[in-house]
């Protein structure tokens, strides 16, 4: 599915005062500390962008980064024929070199239009990503490619999906490495009967095998809709994911299956959605995993009352366990729509969570919820967003936790000149900082309408984000920007 759902001014003051009293070093310090000692540095145009996206259109959907200073990125952009192609993008040793086409992708993307759902490195520069092309018949089929010593190779419609997309409709959704070679993945085709299925496949030593249905989707999915919300892997072969599927009152709810030692087994609906679900309408949007069968999985429900509300539910030991609403979320979400984009754990039982809720006026506003040994706490409003979002719109895209409580967040807001910009946000020992405008993006964004999409810590204070911007011609680029 295509992924397109620090105030710059106070540091400006800052950094002109201390330049002016001849200390460059007060001023730095005076932005690490608004960031609870997290650093990050300018936001710039993905390179190598510039010759790619003639046509104008280009987002990051993901970032992963293997190690401190080493990740890689994918998206998409549209070409001088005006066709969406597929580009990745790597970072060594805290440098982003150029972006190229995806390799093999234009031999199998005849049809114009690609995209990357997802990209997962287990290591510094061997990575795998994820997604979809249109082929010569007009098909959607899902692809892989992997990356590996730094070398991205040949891109290959995914195992199986040959036999399984029937509908011509595939792509994957989700994926995530755990270490070098040894990846999974998720998604979505179309069955011979015109029916939307989930399916997962993996990677092991390298070699990706045949994709399979999810197991027991059968049993669950009577209304014919399903697919994988987000997969994470603790280490190889033992992974979980989540999505959603239609039963057979056309109601939606929400499924959690979990790979063991290679081998996927039944995927059943989360528990406890059944009496929170009253509205008929539960998905999953984001599963980590902190260690193998210790995971956190959080997602939306419509209650009896028809609001939009957000959960999380917790594995332990393999078992899945009773889904909660988000604490602290009945006293936020006034207006009863609320969204929750994405989980993230440190470690097991130790993640965090960020979406966005409607207040008592109406303006959406951006949470974060943190668990710790297991006990999910109270959301609260992103601190420092109260000053950035004049507009009333602000949001979360991604949540990446280092370790236990050292965690980074990037989103949107809309300013007071009702223009979209960026935030970064972090927490460090268990609290969360104030957030920033990303720095960087005032200079790109001049067309009012930016937003981060992904986020990736590989260590406490080393993280990388990337999203998308609206240049002075109008034209939608790409962005990166670090910790430094």
Same mark, same amino acid.
């Given at each position: 599915?295509?992924?397109?759902?620090?105030?710059?001014?106070?540091?400006?003051?800052?950094?002109?005062?201390?330049?002016?009293?001849?200390?460059?070093?007060?001023?730095?310090?005076?932005?690490?500390?608004?960031?609870?000692?997290?650093?990050?540095?300018?936001?710039?145009?993905?390179?190598?962008?510039?010759?790619?996206?003639?046509?104008?259109?280009?987002?990051?959907?993901?970032?992963?980064?293997?190690?401190?200073?080493?990740?890689?990125?994918?998206?998409?952009?549209?070409?001088?024929?005006?066709?969406?192609?597929? /580009?990745? !993008? *790597?970072?060594?040793? $805290? #440098?982003?070199?150029?972006? +190229? %086409? =995806?390799?093999? &992708?234009?031999?199998? @993307?005849?049809?114009?239009?690609?995209?990357?759902?997802?990209?997962?490195?287990?290591?510094?520069?061997?990575?795998?990503?994820?997604?979809?092309?249109?082929?010569?018949?007009?098909?959607?089929?899902? /692809?892989? !490619? *992997?990356?590996?010593? $730094? #070398?991205?190779?040949?891109? +290959? %419609? =995914?195992?199986? &999906?040959?036999?399984? @997309?029937?509908?011509?409709?595939?792509?994957?959704?989700?994926?995530?490495?755990?270490?070098?070679?040894?990846?999974?993945?998720?998604?979505?085709?179309?069955?011979?009967?015109?029916?939307?299925?989930? /399916?997962? !496949? *993996?990677?092991?030593? $390298? #070699?990706?095998?045949?994709? +399979?249905? =999810?197991?027991? &989707?059968?049993?669950? @999915?009577?209304?014919?809709?399903?697919?994988?919300?987000?997969?994470?892997?603790?280490?190889?072969?033992?992974?979980?994911?989540?999505?959603?599927?239609?039963?057979?009152?056309?109601?939606?709810?929400? /499924?959690? !299956? *979990?790979?063991?030692? $290679? #081998?996927?087994?039944?995927? +059943?609906? =989360?528990?406890? &959605?059944?009496?929170?679900?009253?509205?008929?309408?539960?998905?999953?949007?984001?599963?980590?995993?902190?260690?193998?069968?210790?995971?956190?999985?959080?997602?939306?429900?419509?209650?009896?009352?028809?609001?939009?509300?957000?959960?999380?539910?917790?594995?332990?030991?393999?078992?899945?366990?009773?889904?909660?609403?988000?604490?602290?979320?009945?006293?936020?979400?006034?207006?009863?729509?609320?969204?929750?984009?994405?989980?993230?754990?440190?470690?097991?039982?130790?993640?965090?969570?960020?979406?966005?809720?409607?207040?008592?006026?109406?303006?959406?506003?951006?949470?974060?919820?943190?668990?710790?040994?297991?006990?999910?706490?109270?959301?609260?409003?992103?601190?420092?967003?109260?000053?950035?979002?004049?507009?009333?719109?602000?949001?979360?895209?991604?949540?990446?936790?280092?370790?236990?409580?050292?965690?980074?967040?990037?989103?949107?807001?809309?300013?007071?000149?009702?223009?979209?910009?960026?935030?970064?946000?972090?927490?460090?020992?268990?609290?969360?900082?104030?957030?920033?405008?990303?720095?960087?993006?005032?200079?790109?964004?001049?067309?009012?309408?930016?937003?981060?999409?992904?986020?990736?810590?590989?260590?406490?204070?080393?993280?990388?984000?990337?999203?998308?911007?609206?240049?002075?011609?109008?034209?939608?680029?790409?962005?990166?920007?670090?910790?430094?």
């Amino acid at each position: 599915m295509d992924s397109r759902a620090w105030t710059v001014a106070a540091v400006a003051v800052v950094g002109v005062a201390s330049l002016a009293s001849g200390s460059a070093a007060a001023s730095t310090g005076a932005v690490a500390a608004s960031l609870g000692g997290h650093v990050w540095g300018t936001a710039i145009e993905v390179p190598g962008t510039a010759a790619l996206n003639r046509g104008g259109f280009a987002f990051i959907s993901s970032v992963s980064c293997g190690s401190a200073g080493n990740c890689s990125a994918g998206g998409d952009y549209t070409d001088g024929s005006g066709h969406q192609q597929v /580009f990745v !993008v *790597s970072r060594t040793g $805290g #440098t982003w070199h150029t972006a +190229i %086409e =995806v390799p093999g &992708t234009a031999a199998l @993307n005849r049809g114009g239009l690609a995209d990357i759902g997802s990209v997962s490195c287990g290591s510094a520069g061997n990575c795998s990503a994820g997604g979809s092309y249109v082929d010569s018949s007009f098909g959607e089929q899902a /692809f892989v !490619v *992997s990356q590996t010593g $730094g #070398t991205w190779h040949t891109a +290959i %419609e =995914v195992p199986g &999906t040959a036999a399984l @997309n029937r509908g011509g409709a595939a792509e994957i959704t989700s994926l995530s490495c755990a270490s070098a070679g040894n990846c999974s993945a998720g998604g979505l085709y179309i069955d011979s009967s015109g029916r939307q299925q989930a /399916f997962v !496949v *993996s990677q092991a030593h $390298g #070699t990706w095998h045949t994709a +399979i249905k =999810v197991p027991g &989707t059968a049993a669950l @999915n009577r209304g014919g809709i399903a697919g994988i919300g987000s997969v994470s892997c603790a280490a190889a072969g033992n992974c979980s994911g989540g999505g959603f599927y239609r039963d057979s009152s056309g109601h939606t709810q929400a /499924f959690v !299956v *979990s790979q063991v030692n $290679g #081998t996927w087994h039944t995927a +059943i609906e =989360v528990p406890g &959605t059944a009496a929170l679900d009253r509205g008929g309408f539960a998905f999953i949007t984001s599963v980590s995993c902190g260690s193998a069968g210790n995971c956190s999985a959080g997602g939306d429900y419509r209650d009896s009352s028809g609001n939009r509300q957000v959960f999380v539910v917790s594995q332990t030991g393999g078992t899945w366990h009773t889904a909660i609403e988000v604490p602290g979320t009945a006293a936020l979400n006034r207006v009863g729509l609320a969204g929750l984009a994405s989980v993230s754990c440190g470690s097991a039982g130790n993640c965090s969570a960020g979406g966005h809720y409607t207040d008592s006026s109406g303006g959406q506003q951006s949470f974060v919820v943190s668990q710790a040994h297991s006990t999910w706490h109270t959301a609260i409003e992103v601190p420092g967003t109260a000053a950035l979002n004049r507009g009333g719109t602000a949001d979360i895209g991604s949540v990446s936790c280092a370790s236990a409580g050292n965690c980074s967040a990037g989103g949107d807001y809309t300013d007071s000149s009702g223009r979209q910009q960026v935030f970064v946000v972090s927490q460090v020992n268990g609290t969360w900082h104030t957030a920033i405008e990303v720095p960087g993006t005032a200079a790109l964004n001049r067309g009012g309408f930016a937003e981060i999409t992904s986020v990736s810590c590989a260590a406490a204070g080393e993280c990388s984000a990337g999203g998308d911007y609206v240049d002075s011609s109008r034209r939608t680029q790409v962005f990166v920007v670090s910790e430094t």
